[in-house]
């Protein structure tokens, strides 16, 4: 049972331009949602989060929006620039709970 | 400040023997994590810990032991190592429950483990 579902295994997007990552979940009870970028050969690093009380959250080329009535989130980078190709994980929370639950990963690939 | 530290980068195992992979923090975290990450795929919850002392299992325990006698270290044991096991293995670290930002989980670099 996936929770937390990044149906988009891969996306490609030109250098300027937005990128538009997706992920979907199905657990009303999470409050908390993040989303981590992974290089190869690394570990996972926070990106940026939102919280159930918000439905936007911007972080310079980054931003987070959260639709609630849908259970979807999605991640907007603008604009995109080569070091932005990576896997990207969203991720969410339960409230009261001490684990995360993650997508599969979606890869994004910049073209120059 | 190194982060969350992890070692061996790699390591290659026979089926049937046993490891520790080490997992060390210097942020003063409360809860630890163990993640297996096999190809494709996200991230699976191994253990997890929200002190010293005190351990919990997650989405994928069989296999696996951990331990969390000090604040800093949370090591994984393959007892008997499995083809199954093969994958890459994450050690995470956060402050814990308490609101946003507190539950933000840092990544350490990973164990890349092949059993034959």
């Known amino acids: 049972d996936q929770q937390v579902k990044q149906n988009s295994p891969s996306l490609s997007v030109q250098e300027g331009r937005i990128s538009i990552l997706n992920c979907d979940y199905t657990n009303s009870m999470f409050d908390y949602f993040l989303w981590y970028k992974k290089y190869p050969a690394e570990g996972p690093t926070f990106l940026i989060s939102?919280?159930?009380?918000?439905d936007k959250n911007e972080d310079g080329r980054f931003t987070v929006f959260l639709n609630k009535s849908a259970k979807h989130l999605s991640l907007h980078i603008v604009p995109s620039q080569p070091g932005d190709s990576a896997v990207y994980f969203c991720?969410?929370?339960?409230?009261?709970?001490?684990?995360?639950?993650f997508g599969q990963g979606t890869r994004l690939t910049i073209n120059p | 400040n190194a982060g969350v530290t992890q070692t061996p980068k790699f390591r290659i195992l026979k089926i049937g023997q046993s490891m520790t992979l080490q997992c060390t923090q210097d942020m003063n975290h409360n809860y630890m994590y163990w993640y297996r990450q096999d190809p494709g795929m996200g991230l699976k919850l191994i253990y997890y810990s929200v002190g010293a002392g005190i351990t919990d299992k997650g989405e994928v325990p069989n296999g696996y032991n951990v331990s969390r006698s000090t604040t800093e270290d949370f090591p994984l044991r393959l007892e008997l190592a499995a083809p199954s096991q093969t994958s890459v293995y994450f050690c995470?670290?956060?402050?814990?429950?308490?609101?946003?930002?507190?539950?933000?989980?840092?990544f350490g670099p990973g164990t890349r483990l092949l059993v034959l």
């Open positions: 995470a670290s956060s402050y814990g429950a308490g609101g946003p930002h507190m539950e933000t989980q840092y």
């Open positions: 991720a969410a929370l339960e409230q009261g709970a001490q684990k995360l639950v």
């Open positions: 939102i919280s159930s009380i918000k």
